[in-house]
């Protein structure tokens, strides 16, 4: 059985087979840290990086890259979907930047590009593109939550605030709903990647690195209110799905 096939017949099976490529990499790089010290940010940018590469093999391999949403541009039409997400990632400068040397953002924003090519290659791309088969607002959920629990790892380094980390869960699942909801609207991937990566570049620069710290309950009310607004905005935009699915006549 080839691959492509076997992605078409068990959308399940091959989601999860994408899901543990992304799981396999980020353990391996946390067990590589542990042991010879190479850095958090180091770290972030090699799971990023080889998750891309590996990302861009299977693509190829499965010629999903239409499929995936990168060979469709962005229509001017479709701008004003993009409003909320990206006002909502710069809520993060409210409070002023911490980040201001030039070479130090160059690098955020390189890496944060990279980061949102390859989480969105995976979650929004290829996990989603092998769930859909089962109906649309399933994969939209499923691969929704595989995205928000995998940030529960980041309380495993020891890195992130625990308390924030459950809260930015909740946060990364709204999210979730909403960009595949914009790439189901659009057919396009590459807004999520910029949506992606603006969320992160803007926490980069006003933290000032990828450590969290323990957040104040205002932050963490706030975090927890933006994951309920995407969840509202993503359901939203596919309302026309929903409705069709309550719709559809059930088959005995």
């Known amino acids: 059985m080839t691959l492509t096939s076997f992605t078409t017949e068990h959308p399940y099976r091959s989601s999860a087979w994408f899901l543990l490529i992304v799981v396999f990499v980020l353990i391996a790089l946390a067990v590589i840290n542990l042991l010879f010290l190479i850095g958090i940010l180091v770290q972030v940018a090699a799971v990023d990086l080889i998750l891309a590469i590996i990302g861009i093999f299977l ?48 690098t955020f924003a390189a890496l944060t590009l990279v980061v949102g090519f390859a989480e969105e290659t995976y979650f929004r791309g290829l996990i989603l593109t092998s769930l859909l088969p089962t109906g649309t607002i399933r994969a939209v959920i499923l691969s929704s939550f595989v995205f928000a629990v995998l940030h529960l790892l980041n309380i495993i380094g020891g890195t992130w605030d625990p308390f924030y980390t459950v809260v930015d869960t909740v946060a990364a699942f709204g999210l979730g709903i909403t960009l595949a909801a914009i790439r189901l609207r659009t057919g396009s991937i590459w807004p999520l ?21 323990a957040q104040s309950s205002r932050v963490l009310f706030i975090s927890i209110l933006i994951g309920i607004v995407f969840v509202a905005y993503g359901l939203f935009l596919l309302r026309n799905e929903i409705s069709g699915a309550i719709q559809r006549p059930v088959i005995s």
Do not use: N, Q
């Open 193 to 213: 990647v910029g949506i992606h990566a603006l969320f992160d570049f803007t926490s980069l620069i006003a933290m000032g690195g990828i450590d969290v710290p």
């Open 59 to 106: 693509l190829t391999r499965l010629d999903w890259w239409g499929k995936a949403g990168y060979t469709t541009g962005i229509r001017l039409a479709h701008v004003p979907l993009f409003i909320l997400p990206c006002a909502i990632a710069l809520l993060s400068l409210a409070e002023g930047i911490r980040v201001t040397a030039p070479v130090e953002i160059l």
